[in-house]
């Protein structure tokens, strides 16, 4: 059973970065995919990036793509989400995911194991 933590969020202004870290319990991270999702207040949680298990393959929501990164170390047991040119419509609280699958889903129901969240707010 995996256990994630979430951290990195906090408060930025728009066209700021941030970097979240998202930290896995076990020895068996490496089988699964990872995804990042996000949600904002009165919104439904909505998929933001994914990874697969071994970082060669990136999925990205149009609304994000070209400004955040999603990668992994293995050895660490941790996935990254770099977010870059933030922009107020990104305030959300950041999520991530861990679904034993090949390759990352979009569907949140895909996941098995969430972090408990970490809240991120884009000031404009």
Known sequence: QAQLVESG??????????????AASGRTFSSYSMGWFRQAPGKEREFVAGISRSGGSTYYADSVKGRFTISRDNAKNTVYLQMDSLKAEDTAVYYCAAARLGYPSKYANAYEYWGQGTQVTVSS
Do not use: K, N, P, T
């Not at 906090?10 to 941030?18: C, E």
């Open 9 to 22: 969020g906090g408060l930025v202004q728009a066209g700021g970065s941030l970097r979240l870290s998202c």
